[in-house]
């Protein structure tokens, strides 16, 4: 059974930094494509930064040259290192993997994620 447990988050100025992460367990790791998402209220979940199993990435528009998603293969961890914070980036952050073989993604819980000025 796959599991994805999220930690992190919090409340935050505008321009400070936070740094989420993700335990995984019960999956191939190391053969999963790991990605963040996140959902503000009122609206849709929506991507926001994606790494493969080979160590590809890619981000939404909205957050490149401020967040940094990495893992740690090792140690079965999914980071989102996120740097100049805006309002707009409040939200609850949820982590997600899939398998690199196929089939229906896991999601963990979610962490929120406040910037208030």
């Known amino acids: 059974q796959v599991q994805l447990v999220e930690s992190g988050g919090g409340e935050v100025h505008p321009g400070e930094s936070l740094t989420l992460s993700c335990a995984a367990s019960?999956?191939?790791?190391?053969?999963?494509?790991l990605a963040w998402y996140r959902q503000a209220p009122g609206t849709q979940r929506e991507f926001v930064a994606t790494?493969?199993?080979?160590?590809?990435?890619a981000y939404t528009d909205a957050v490149v040259g401020r967040f940094t998603i990495s893992r740690n293969n090792a140690a079965h961890m999914i980071y989102l290192q996120m740097n100049n914070l805006k309002e707009e980036d409040t939200a609850v952050y949820y982590c997600?993997?899939?398998?690199?073989?196929?089939?229906?993604?896991?999601w963990g819980q979610g962490t929120q994620v406040t910037v208030v000025a």
């Open positions: 997600r993997a899939r398998r690199d073989s196929g089939g229906i993604p896991s």
């Open positions: 019960g999956l191939d790791f190391g053969r999963s494509t």
């Open positions: 790494i493969s199993s080979s160590g590809e990435l």
